[in-house]
């Protein structure tokens, strides 16, 4: 009833290559930045933005950075913690040799440290595949996080081994260190993811993106038709790379303040796995549901039970979140093993549909 | 629309109608100790159908993998569109107008039609990440240009309908010619086709045969083909070269091949 698409007719090609074909995409778009730019922001407290919105947010770009190289270009990678780790470092570096500068560009900038290390990194895609190739990011990760922790001058020779976010302002608003608020630190961070989506999106849609799918679906196959497979893939690994430093420098910088090279193992690199496959593989829309799963409904439940006036103790209350969360993740994967976005597209399906069944 | 197709640049290729287009010469190729073709040649003239036929096993596949730069044989030269060749990659062979399908339908399963045919196009595409990273502008103006040829590629095929669905959950037979919507794609002045009409009903082999014929004729594009139909082969093709264990035993026109002792023998045996 709402989502009848009858009656909207493309009569040229530029109008049905839109971004959204049907208005009523666009519509709830626009519903879902409303309250990403304005209701949300406004009506949070302290802990709604550090403990919700901001690390969403952070996911779901780390995700999204994951899903190009894995959803799209079909590539495996377990070593996006440490890929999120040089862009924190490298931004850490950036700024404290170049105080001055401005903290976006100081990220923007990061991005492409993380992309270089990335392309090294996938060099070997072009000979192993799958698994192996997963197994060659594994190596990654270890030798990354290794030198994390090794390399003291990327600290700066702190006794404590971990990097402290500097206090930082940006025309004249404190956006980083421990006296910013979240407020706008929020906001910083919804910019760049932001602008971070729009150019996932435009760039999966485009031929650079149909090639990625090509070498996914089929590698021969691409390669008869013309798609240079080396540089694709290599393509591929730069720009996940970008956004996955990218979100690693927002991560320490408008998040967590510190970070030990520990945060950057292979946990934090599963985690992100999980929220790209439960938000759906080759799914931008994906990326965003999958960390309102695995980030965002954890403490939810945490802070249940306070909520509606329930005295169960702390610790149950811990025990029985995991189950859940676990239960939810199994249940989600055996229902629909392309994830919550193609849920998403079935129920998009149905309300098109609705109320007749075919 | 057939006017727009017709005055494609893809017929023009420097080379008269008429003349050879590839040369094949005394090619071999070996892995290990199998000999799968054994000094094979033959040439395919521009603007002809030519059929390469042969019994389980004679290296018909193996021949169009050597063509299209997927096996580099070990002796023998390859002349296409006047130059000469040893080796090359793949998407090089793409590069000079060799598109081909397969005989066990190999398409991007996740995509849909449309996408799968716009893969075809991906080397004429030339926006670099920048302006994709932009979309408006240069970079959707290409995709929209290109939009254009590959729909006249879908209304000439009859897949308008299926424009949009992944070609995972197509029947066999539309898929078969999707794959031959994303070698046209191409725009190639040779066209391989490896047994185009493997596992059709009559129905779809008919369809088949006339897509064959109209791209031959409309696009002047040059086709080689391995079928093993032989109704099929001796309607559409020109000329014939028939292989059997590697080695060519026959060469010419279908009648001339159709009477050959040494074809029958091949497909029906000698007693020993």
């Given at each position: 009833m709402f989502y009848r698409i009858s009656g909207q007719f493309k009569t040229d090609y530029r109008s049905d290559h839109a971004l959204f074909r049907v208005r009523q995409d666009a519509v709830l778009m626009g519903i879902i930045l409303l309250f990403a730019w304005v209701i949300f922001p406004f009506t949070a407290n302290e802990f709604v933005f550090q403990a919700l919105l901001i690390p969403v947010l952070i996911y779901s770009l780390a995700a999204l950075g994951l899903n190009i190289l894995t959803?799209?270009?079909?590539q495996l990678s377990l070593g996006t913690g440490a890929f999120m780790g040089v862009g924190a470092y490298a931004c850490y570096k950036l700024v404290t040799i170049f105080p001055e500068m401005n903290l976006l560009v100081a990220i923007g900038l990061s991005g492409f440290f993380a992309a270089a290390v990335g392309v090294a990194f996938g060099l070997p895609s072009l000979r192993i595949k799958g698994f192996y190739l997963a197994i060659a990011t594994l190596a990654a990760q270890f030798f990354l996080v290794w030198l994390f922790e090794k390399w003291a001058w990327l600290y700066n020779y702190n006794a404590s081994g971990a990097i402290q976010v500097p206090t930082i302002d940006m025309f004249g608003i404190r956006v980083a260190g421990p006296t910013a608020s979240s407020f706008v630190q929020y906001y910083f961070v919804l910019f760049v993811v932001t602008i971070m989506t729009i150019f996932a999106i435009n760039i999966t849609r485009g031929h650079i993106g149909r090639t990625w799918k090509a070498v996914r679906d089929m590698d021969i196959a691409a390669e008869l038709v013309g798609i240079n497979l080396l540089r694709s893939k290599l393509i591929a690994f730069a720009v996940s790379s970008y956004i996955v430093g990218v979100s690693g420098a927002l991560f320490v910088f408008l998040w967590r303040g510190a970070a030990e090279p520990n945060l950057f193992d292979i946990p934090l690199s599963f985690r992100v796995l999980f929220i790209a496959i439960i938000g759906g593989l080759g799914s931008i829309l994906g990326n965003y549901l999958g960390a309102i799963l695995i980030v965002a409904l954890p403490v939810i439940l945490n802070i249940l039970p306070e909520m509606v006036g329930l005295e169960i103790n702390a610790a149950v209350v811990e025990h029985l979140n995991i189950m859940i969360i676990g239960a939810l993740i199994i249940a989600v994967l055996i229902i629909e093993p392309h994830g919550l976005a193609r849920f998403w597209a079935i129920i998009r399906e149905k309300l098109i549909m609705w109320p007749f069944p075919h | 629309m057939a006017d727009t197709i017709q005055s494609s640049p893809w017929t023009d290729d420097g080379i008269d109608p008429g003349a050879v287009l590839l040369n094949v010469d005394n090619i071999s190729l070996s892995f290990g100790g199998v000999k799968a073709i054994s000094d094979i040649s033959f040439d395919v003239c521009k603007g002809e159908i030519r059929a390469i036929i042969g019994p389980n096993g004679a290296g018909k596949t193996s021949m169009l993998n050597v063509i299209n730069g997927f096996y580099q044989p070990q002796e023998g030269t390859i002349m296409f569109r006047g130059k000469e060749r040893r080796s090359m990659k793949p998407h090089q062979a793409v590069g000079q107008g060799i598109a081909r399908t397969f005989q066990n339908v190999a398409l991007?399963?996740?995509?849909s039609t449309l996408d799968n045919i716009m893969a075809g196009r991906s080397v004429m595409m030339k926006r670099n990440l920048f302006w994709q990273l932009l979309w408006h502008g240069p970079a959707l103006n290409e995709e929209i240009e290109h939009r254009e040829k590959v729909e006249e590629i879908i209304d000439f095929l009859e897949i308008k309908h299926i424009r949009r669905t992944p070609v995972g959950n197509l029947p066999y037979g539309l898929q078969k010619r999707v794959e031959l919507g994303r070698a046209l794609a191409m725009e190639p002045s040779l066209l391989l086709l490896d047994e185009p009409m493997a596992g059709m009903n009559l129905e779809e082999k008919e369809d088949m045969s006339r897509f064959v014929l109209d791209v031959n004729q409309q696009f002047g594009t040059t086709i080689a083909l391995i079928e093993h139909d032989m109704g099929v082969v001796m309607d559409l093709s020109d000329r014939v070269v028939v292989l059997d264990y590697g080695k060519k035993i026959a060469d010419g026109t279908p009648d001339e091949v159709r009477n050959n002792q040494d074809v029958i023998d091949a497909y029906l045996g000698v007693p020993h």
């Open positions: 959803g799209y270009a079909g | 991007f399963k996740g995509m």
